[in-house]
């Protein structure tokens, strides 16, 4: 029999037998949904408008709680509030595990504050919660470098005279540069060059998971991972930022002061050396450059990309804008820079600012979880190792806490006496032992970048506010803000 005859038989009989066997029965008693197709799993339920929105038309059948096949591995998503709140708070433990983007797992794999798991990950948390203290998360410090970038984006938005401009990369650009200062010890010129190509990176890999390219990969990375495609991209993005990172800790290492740490990296390299005796330890290099990329591009797109869709959302409801300067003028006034105390005698901004996160949704799928033992949910029995996605959308936009889930509407945090008001579906940040470690640092910036902005100028658009279109350029695991020009105009 011809070579080529005996190969193709080979490759029928291996087909068939993933036909019949290609969906492992898991262990337990996993929660509903859809039934799945040997190895093709779910697919033919996913919308090509993304995970999202499949996911949302699933929670309408099946409920809260539900189990999807992306490919032949099954995940339990959670929808609702409660389901949420009940898995990452009531049995925090049990969901603490972290399952890997299959985009970044080559680079990343088990390492960082982000992506670890178990003991590693509970060491990285408290070391980088501890650090993070004692660099000045939360005090003066902080918001004294917040205030100083402010400062310097009212100088470069003075120079643009009210023409209208794309504010994406002066957004990426402050926010970067506040992590930066954390993380190496240093601020960056708007048009250095360095920087400005780790923005270039950063912009260019978060576009590609968004993608629909990006979220097919998740599903089949298993057999996409053999041929050239969007993960070789991603690859040699982050590569090549881990390089520069890499030579940062050089020169960290040469000019170390171990009793006056600067910054992250040397807080790092601090306890590197005390535990270098110590086999197990979790203080080593690789731990400290996936953390670094990690708090780079956590700590710049997310904040960035919440400011981009915040003043579009300005633009769509200039009455929104108004108001809140009018609250800036009572309370601020023009002759000083705005400050955290100034936060809490400003409901209304802070409504704005809770809406803006809530309704742009920026991670609307969650970083994905997996439980660390066989857990006893609702009823339904969750194998180790169990991915687990926390749909936070569907909590930004539960009707049971919302009255206008899907407009924008700042009075959804606001009491009958105008006083903001907690709501427990709130958590763009997560919520639970793995919320966003720089949620606070976020809040401060936010806060600060806005107020100081609207203090300054007035916001326009050359569009008319009912032309103005909301819907993001992509939406994946995360959504990147459409591209929109913007004028500020000198108050």
Not at 133 to 154: F, H, N, P, T, Y
Not at 432 to 452: D, H, P, W
Request: with cysteine.
């Amino acid at each position: 029999m011809e070579p080529s005859v005996l190969l193709l038989l080979a490759l029928l009989v291996g087909f068939i037998l993933l036909m019949v066997w290609g969906h492992p029965k898991a262990r337990g008693h996993l929660p509903p949904g859809p039934r799945p197709l040997p190895l093709l799993g779910n697919l033919l339920q996913m919308d090509r408008r993304g995970f999202l929105y499949s996911f949302i038309q699933l929670q309408k059948k099946y409920g809260d709680v539900f189990t999807v096949h992306l490919g032949r591995r099954p995940v339990v998503m959670l929808c609702g509030t409660e389901a949420i709140r009940e898995a990452l708070v009531d049995q925090a433990e049990a969901f603490s595990g972290r399952a890997i983007i299959a985009l970044f797992e080559p680079i990343v794999q088990t390492y960082g504050i982000v992506f670890a798991s178990g003991e590693r990950w509970k060491t990285l948390r408290r070391f980088s919660l501890a650090t993070m203290k004692d660099l000045g998360m939360g005090k003066r410090s902080v918001e004294e470098r917040i205030q100083e970038e402010a400062r310097c984006l009212v100088e470069e938005l003075r120079k643009s005279q009210g023409a209208p401009l794309d504010p994406t990369f002066l957004f990426q650009c402050i926010t970067a540069n506040i992590i930066c200062s954390i993380v190496f010890g240093q601020r960056f010129d708007y048009k250095d060059r360095q920087f400005l190509r780790l923005l270039d990176l950063l912009c260019h890999t978060f576009s590609i998971i968004s993608s629909f390219h990006g979220q097919m990969y998740e599903l089949y990375s298993g057999f996409l991972k053999f041929f050239t495609g969007i993960h070789k991209q991603i690859y040699k993005n982050l590569h090549e930022v881990l390089e520069y990172i890499g030579h940062s800790v050089e020169k960290h290492q040469a000019t170390l002061d171990p009793n006056n740490p600067r910054d992250f990296i040397d807080s790092y390299l601090i306890h590197m050396e005390k535990e270098k005796s110590n086999k197990h330890s979790e203080f080593h290099y690789q731990n400290l450059m996936i953390s670094v990329i990690s708090l780079f591009f956590a700590g710049t797109e997310t904040s960035s990309t919440t400011l981009c869709f915040g003043f579009l959302f300005l633009l769509k409801y200039p009455h929104v804008a108004e108001k809140v300067q009018k609250e800036i003028d009572q309370v601020i006034g023009s002759h000083r820079p705005p400050t955290l105390d100034d936060r809490h005698k400003m409901p209304y901004t802070e409504a704005v600012l809770r809406e803006i996160q809530r309704f742009a949704d920026i991670l609307p799928i969650g970083v994905p979880h997996k439980v660390t033992k066989d857990t006893l949910f609702r009823g339904y029995l969750l194998p180790k190792n169990t991915e687990v996605y926390p749909i936070l959308s569907a909590a930004l936009h539960d009707p049971r806490y919302f009255e206008q889930p899907d407009a924008f509407n700042p009075d959804h945090f606001l009491d009958a006496s105008g006083a903001v008001k907690k709501i427990e579906a709130f958590m763009p940040f997560s919520i639970g032992k793995r919320n966003c470690l720089g949620e606070g640092i976020a809040r401060n910036e936010l806060f600060l970048f806005f107020t100081t902005i609207l203090q300054n100028f007035s916001v326009s658009s050359p569009v008319a506010p009912k032309d103005i279109d909301l819907r993001p350029k992509e939406s994946g695991f995360t959504k990147v803000a459409p591209t929109y020009q913007i004028q500020f105009l000198v108050r």
